[in-house]
């Protein structure tokens, strides 16, 4: 069992930033690959960035050169640096486990809304 509590979401203006924090505990952390989804009203989960147990990272096409995953594993924790945020950033943002080649894992979830 894995358990991600995320933190960091709030209320931003256009172009500023946040940085979400994603702790995990009850499992080998440094082995799973972590990532980030997200969620506006009426729309579906959308893969926001991952990155891998060596520190391989992937994104979005829509955060690419805005938003960086990172890790710290000694923490148990991955973050999610968001930069130069847009109103359609505005979602609710989970931090995810991969565990058995899925996405097993979900937080409950932080909002992030960016006011134009």
């Known amino acids: 069992q894995v358990q991600l509590v995320e933190s960091g979401g709030g209320l931003v203006h256009a172009g500023g930033s946040l940085r979400l924090s994603c702790a995990a505990s009850?499992?080998?952390?440094?082995?799973?690959?972590m990532g980030w989804y997200r969620q506006a009203p009426g729309r579906q989960r959308d893969l926001v960035a991952t990155?891998?147990?060596?520190?391989?990272?992937n994104y979005a096409d829509f955060v690419k050169g805005r938003f960086t995953i990172s890790r710290d594993n000694a923490k148990n924790t991955v973050y999610l640096e968001m930069n130069s945020l847009k109103p359609e950033d505005t979602a609710v943002y989970f931090c995810?486990?991969?565990?058995?080649?899925?996405?097993?894992?979900w937080g409950q979830g932080t909002q992030v809304t960016v006011a134009s």
């Open positions: 990155i891998d147990s060596a520190g391989s990272t």
């Open positions: 009850g499992s080998t952390f440094s082995n799973n690959a």
């Open positions: 995810v486990a991969r565990v058995w080649g899925r996405w097993a894992y």
